[in-house]
């Protein structure tokens, strides 16, 4: 099958200085066992960026909360792991007619990676899958604080997981 990548899929992070948000162990215990992290936006601090970055090899985009990295990530980002086609972006739009837009905007992506609504998504619509981790810090209507993990390995996706985080109220 050739060699497997693993990534931690993270969106919605909103930790910032003076927060009391901040990423659960969980998400740096699970940091631990991937070899790269995919961010879908509103990471908000540049520290917490740096964090990550400095722990594991990351590719991020920009949220619209982002308003001190405008220059440093990207709206959009398209790369390849494992010969698997990934597309990374925040807002993808309304929930009605997403699908098209996905295929529309990134036609050749296998993986779509997005935020914004704090809810998970982890659906094939045709041969791509529609991915959102939800938040690992700030659930809102979510049923729980969520990260995402995918591996891929031989162009193909073999693990797409919503993974819950245990024991967090707010």
């Known amino acids: 099958m050739g060699s497997v990548v693993r990534a931690l899929v993270l969106a919605d992070?909103?930790?910032?200085?003076?927060?009391?948000?901040?990423?659960?162990?969980?998400?740096?215990?699970?940091m631990s066992d991937v070899d790269v992290v995919l961010?879908?936006?509103?990471?908000?601090?540049?520290?917490?960026?740096?964090?990550?970055?400095?722990?594991?090899p990351l590719h991020a985009v920009l949220g619209n909360n982002d308003h001190g990295l405008r220059a440093v990530l990207p709206k959009r980002l398209e790369l390849v792991l494992a010969?698997?086609?990934?597309?990374?972006?925040?807002?993808?739009g309304t929930t009605a007619g997403r699908e098209r837009r996905m295929q529309k905007w990134f036609p050749d992506a296998r993986v779509v990676i997005f935020g914004h609504s704090h809810m998970p998504c982890n659906r094939w619509v045709d041969r791509q899958l529609l991915f959102?981790?939800?938040?690992?810090?700030?659930?809102?209507?979510a049923p729980s604080h969520t990260?995402?993990?995918?591996?891929?390995?031989a162009g193909e996706?073999?693990?797409?997981e919503i993974v819950a985080i245990a024991q967090r109220t707010a």
Not at 39 to 56: M, P
Not at 83 to 92: F, G, K, S
Not at 157 to 160: F, L
């Open 157 to 160: 996706v073999i693990r797409h």
């Open 39 to 56: 961010h879908a936006g509103d990471v908000v601090d540049a520290a917490t960026l740096e964090a990550i970055a400095t722990s594991k």
């Open 83 to 92: 010969d698997v086609p990934i597309a990374l972006v925040h807002e993808t």
């Open 132 to 141: 959102n981790p939800g938040s690992s810090t700030w659930k809102r209507t």
């Open 147 to 153: 990260y995402g993990v995918l591996e891929f390995a």
């Open 13 to 30: 992070t909103h930790v910032s200085e003076g927060s009391t948000r901040q990423l659960p162990d969980q998400v740096w215990a699970a």
